[in-house]
C-alpha cells in the first residue's frame, strides 16, 4: 500500500512557474514508477509526465515536453514536477500516482494522490 499526497499547486500568471511535490508513504515506494496526470472542467483525466523507478528514465506528453520535468528523490520518497513556462490551458487538477505497469494508461497505476489545483491566469 502507498499513500500519496500532493501539494504545490496554486495561482500563477501566464509565464510564470510551479514546482508539484508528491510526497509517499507506505511500502516499496522505490520499485514504483511514478506518474503525474492532469484534469480539466469537462475534460478526462490525462497523461502529462511519468519517471521509471530508478528515475532514471523520463517520459512526457507533447504538451508538457520542453516545459515540464519530473524527478523523484526516493530516499525521502517523494517526486516532483517542475512546470515553467505555464499557459492558461495548464490549468487542470494535477494527480501522482504509483504504478508498475505501463507509464502512459491512467489503468496501469494503482494508487492515487487527492489532487492538487494548478490555476494559470492569462
Known amino acids: 500500500q502507498v499513500q500519496l499526497v500532493e501539494s504545490g499547486g496554486g495561482l500563477v500568471q501566464a509565464g510564470g512557474s510551479l514546482r508539484l511535490s508528491c510526497a509517499a508513504s507506505?511500502?516499496?515506494?522505490?520499485?514504483?514508477?511514478m506518474g503525474w496526470f492532469r484534469q480539466a472542467p469537462g475534460k478526462e483525466r490525462e497523461f502529462v509526465a511519468a519517471?521509471?523507478?530508478?528515475?532514471?528514465?523520463?517520459f512526457y506528453a507533447d504538451s508538457a515536453k520542453g516545459r515540464f520535468a519530473t524527478s523523484r528523490d526516493n530516499a525521502k520518497m517523494t517526486v516532483y514536477l517542475q512546470m515553467n513556462s505555464l499557459k492558461p490551458e495548464d490549468t487542470a487538477v494535477y494527480y501522482c500516482a504509483a504504478g508498475t505497469g505501463s507509464i502512459y494508461l491512467r489503468q496501469d497505476y494503482d494508487y492515487w494522490g487527492q489532487g492538487t489545483q494548478v490555476t494559470v491566469s492569462s
Open positions: 507506505g511500502r516499496a515506494f522505490s520499485t514504483y514508477a
Open positions: 519517471i521509471t523507478w530508478s528515475g532514471g528514465s523520463t
